[in-house]
Structures are given as C-alpha cells and as structure tokens.
C-alpha cells in the first residue's frame, strides 16, 4: 500500500464526491419515481403508457450507456442552442456532476415508480375508505393511513436500489467526473499500481455499502416499530 502514500487526500475527497451523486440521484430519483408512479395509476392511457415505457427504458437500458447518452446528449443539444443563440459556433459541455446526477436518477426512477406504484396498490382499500367514511380529507387521508403503510412496503426495495445506486456511481468517472473510481484510475496512471488503489477504493465502496445497510436496517425497524397494533 505504499503506492498510495500522497492519495489518501484524494481518495477520500473523491469518496465525498461519490456520496453526493448518490445522495443527489437518490432525491431527484424520488421525484422520478413518484411521477411515473402517478402516471402509471392514472386513470388517463396515455399517461399510463408514458409512465410505464419510462420504466421499461430505464430499467431496461445499461446503466453506462444511459450516463453517456445524458452527457453527450446534452452537450450535444447545449452546444447546439447556444450556436442559434450567439450567431457562431459555441461549444458548451455539460458539467460530468450534473450529467451524472441526472443518468443515475433517471436508472433509480424507473425502478422506484414501479416500487411507489407497487406501494400504493398495497394499502387496503378498506383503511382507505374507512377514513373517507370517517371525514377525513384526501391530504389526511394520505398522510394518516396511506403514506405510513407505503413507506413499510416501499422502503425494503428502495433500500436495495440505494445500495445499487452508490455503486453505480462508480460508473460516472467515465464522463470525466473526480469521484472515488476518478481518483483511483488517475492514481493507477501515475503510479502503475492498479491493485492497490482499485483495492482501496472497493474498501470504501464496501464501507458505504455496509454503514448504508445499516442505516435502512434501522429505518425498517422503526417504520414497522410505528405500525398499528393488528395492521397489516
């Protein structure tokens, strides 16, 4: 491990950098998924068409290729208006942070509209309309009897995603990004010394992973620990 006496610095600002990607895939992903959850669940079909085809994209697609697609594509479409803009050739380019965030929040979208959707079918219909029958009104409704029960049966499977999700991160580095794999392949470049900083890096990778578990292992806990006596 003498190759990386000089990196630790690097290792652990680009460990920092994975976690915010994470962290903001996952908050954006939510918005994704919840949105294509609704449209799935809407009563129009062409909502329901657009929801459901959002999902079979991106659960169907490489997480890589969608990373490149984003960032080339958006460079792409950025380069072009600015040109119409400015009257001459510009050239933008996509922050790699930006098009990072957004591929992978798009991957962790299509998993958690199915998740969210899935959800919501869970919840009795009859608790739903027994708190109607009671007055309760619709944003009560959601937030007494539905939104509790959801987030018992939806956050085992977003857990496992949030899991996936920070590996996946390690896909970014491709665009360019310093994440935690940037700095461990700019390391490997200038010391020749793949296994150790590669080796590195999949420890702190599997320390993310590990204190992640622990974290939704304790969420589980206390969300079933809030349930109803005789719920579901």
Do not use: C
């Not at 996509?94 to 962790?108: E, K, R």
């Not at 990778?205 to 079933?224: F, H, K, M, P, Q």
């Amino acid at each position: 491990m003498e190759a990386l006496t000089g990196w630790w610095d690097d290792l652990a600002w680009g460990a920092v950098t994975t976690l915010a990607v994470a962290l903001a895939a996952l908050a954006l992903g939510l918005v994704w998924g919840m949105a294509g959850a609704g449209a799935q669940l809407s009563r129009r079909a062409p909502l329901r068409a657009a929801g459901r085809g959002f999902s079979l994209v991106m659960r169907g697609t490489p997480e890589l290729l969608i990373i490149l697609i984003v960032y080339f594509g958006s460079t792409t479409a950025l380069t072009r208006a600015a040109t119409v803009w400015m009257g001459e050739r510009t050239y933008l380019e996509i922050p790699p942070f930006a098009a990072g965030t957004l591929a992978l929040s798009l991957v962790f979208g299509g998993y958690a509209a199915e998740i969210i959707r899935g959800a919501w079918q869970a919840v009795p219909k009859g608790q739903v309309e027994a708190a109607q029958a009671i007055g309760l009104r619709p944003f009560a409704v959601f937030r007494l009897v539905r939104l509790p029960q959801m987030a018992r049966f939806a956050l085992p499977g977003l857990g496992n995603h949030w899991i996936s999700l920070v590996k996946d991160t390690s896909l970014v580095s491709v665009v360019g990004l310093h994440d935690l794999m940037g700095y461990a392949k700019m390391g490997t470049s200038v010391t020749r010394s793949p296994f150790d900083f590669y080796m590195a890096a999949a420890l702190i990778y599997l320390a993310l992973t590990t204190g992640s578990n622990l974290l939704i292992r304790r969420l589980e806990r206390r969300v079933d620990s809030e349930r109803p006596r005789g719920a579901a």
